[in-house]
């Protein structure tokens, strides 16, 4: 296996054999003056005695051959050979020991037992890191994708022997740690329909989470807004409701995507909403999409008779044959390009204002049908056009809970169903367990990244206030939101904090399978990206992975901080600008920045 280019191997090779030579003399090795963790922090870590191992200058990393893990290995190899990190000002002590010789750590081998274990939701993600005072260090996994977690995690454990000196590098201490996921889903929501993504910021993402052991890119591909996604059998919808011809998403590039993220690790969920946020559709098909080109909300009338919950109006009409032709091309389509078995078919904030704009859907009602009904006739007939791939159907939880649309659980197969949390917090999660279905945690009041940001829509004069805002509707002043529905900003402790699982029975905690942070982009694209995610995203991918509690059951923010602030700075160090935590001094002065001692 190739690792380094010769020449600068053996520019290496040269300064580490020097280094060594000084090494040995002065029989000085580097101690770590408090335990260092990776993020996420591991289920069970034993050190082994307090003396760093100096990594051999031809180190590599040794596997069976597959596919996506052979990528990985090559990968990390540059990675280790490459990063040369040192902790924001870490304090080292150094001993001295009674040895001649320092032996130093050659290789890494990686043994899977399951080769054949395909990345879809379940799989085994455990491993265990062995690594010895020197020669060769082990890690074993039941799959290809345990691996990925396990040399994920000690690529962490690699850094520089000093603040100073690039060689050798050192891995921290002799270590054996066992890991393995609390959740099988641990996902980002990433919305490519307000603002568009470049393909390249889309790949740096899903490799950001792989350095964060998340393992579900879920892909708000399409909105109100904009219909991205180019499809063969239905081409029109990107032609005509893309924002230009260089904002959309070729088959090309979704199989790069998919591709990528089983390099790393990480599945890819398509979402493709239906039947509300479909305003785009109508620019290719006006026919099956109601209320296009009304006016979202009139602000001298009732909330509740809106035309969409944000500018971008647009429901399919299911009463219109021709709705179910073209979703079903779209399904076809979408389903063949993701190879997952999830499939996120959206279905949330149906707006009766909408619907009720159509004059045959005005009769139905008149005739004594219900905006239920309508929407269980949509879902009735297409969950079908889902499962027939062998996918299961993931939507909103909206579909089952909306106070004023939504469709009884007959029309939603437990077997083949999958909810999604977004309101209510732990409410909404205790109600769709309750009634037996999994659930993937979003709840906005925990892990919605764009909260805080303040309004967006234009031409709103609550913001024209000097002194005060309107007695009785705090906007500004006094608490008031200013403008975002989901306020305040979720800062990565509000994260980090959030307990999944609460108020739930142990029977109605085996069915919340993870969660998911989600960044809508009304306010985001390309340019705030990085910072808007990470590293609050990190935050959540930890109480996932390992929890947010001690052994004793306490929760460990307080500790939590400085591991993650480091972990930030090295995430920026991988090309991730992710947002500061914290002025720096807080990491120079460790304990200092506590609202409590």
Known sequence: MKILGSSRCIIIICLWVFFLS?????????????????????????????????LSPTFKIVSANHRYLQLSVSRYNRIIHSEHWFPIFSSYSYITINSSTVSSLEELAVSVRDLQADLQHGV??????????????NLSAQTPWGAMRGLETFSQLVRRYNATSIYPLVFQRQVKIIDYPLYPHRGLVLDTARNF????????????????????FHWHITDSQSFPL?????????????????????????????????????????EIDTPAHSGSWADAYPDIVTCVGTFWSDPSTSWSNRMASEPGAGQLNPLNPNTYK?????????????????????????????????????KFVADGGSLDQLLEKFISTTHPYITAHNKTAIYWEDVLLDDTVKVRPQFLPRETTILQTWNNGPNNTKLITAAGYRVIVSSADFYYLDCGH?????????????????????????????????????????IYDYDINYGLSEEESKLVLGGEV????????????????????????????????????????????????????????????????????????????????
């Open 22 to 54: 000084h090494f040995h003399s002065s029989a000085i090795v580097a101690v770590s003056q408090e335990e260092q963790y990776p993020w996420p922090k591991p289920i069970s870590t034993v050190w082994g005695d307090a003396v760093s191992i100096p």
């Open 326 to 362: 073209v979703v079903q091309n779209v399904i076809d389509d979408v389903a063949s390009l993701f190879p997952d078995k999830f499939y996120h078919g959206g279905s949330d904030e149906v707006v009766p204002g909408c619907w009720k704009t159509d004059s045959n859907i005005q």
């Open 518 to 597: 989600a960044l809508w982009s009304e306010q985001s694209d390309r340019t705030g990206m990085d910072g808007r995610i990470w590293p609050r995203a990190s935050a959540m991918a930890e109480t996932l992975w390992s929890g947010n509690r001690d052994r004793d059951g306490k929760k460990r923010y307080a500790e939590a901080i400085g591991r993650l602030n480091q972990w930030r700075y090295r995430m920026v160090k991988r090309r991730i600008d992710a947002e500061p935590l914290q002025p720096l001094w807080c990491l120079k002065n460790p304990g200092m920045c506590n609202l409590d001692q």
């Open 230 to 270: 180019e499809l063969n059998s239905e081409p029109a919808l990107a032609i005509n409701g893309s924002y230009s011809p260089d904002m959309r998403y070729s088959s090309k590039d979704v199989k790069r995507i998919v591709k990528f993220g089983r390099n790393h690790g990480v599945r890819v969920i398509p």
């Open 197 to 216: 993504y470049p393909l390249r910021d889309i790949l740096r993402t899903i490799r950001a989470m792989s350095y964060n052991k998340l393992n579900v």
């Open 124 to 137: 085994d993600e455990s491993y265990t890191l062995t690594v010895p005072a020197g020669g060769v260090a």
């Open 454 to 494: 303040g309004g967006w829509v234009g031409n709103d004069s609550r913001y024209d206030r000097q002194i005060s805002d309107v007695p009785g509707r705090p906007f500004n002043y006094n608490g008031g939101n200013g403008g975002s529905w989901c306020a305040p900003f979720k800062t990565w402790q509000r």
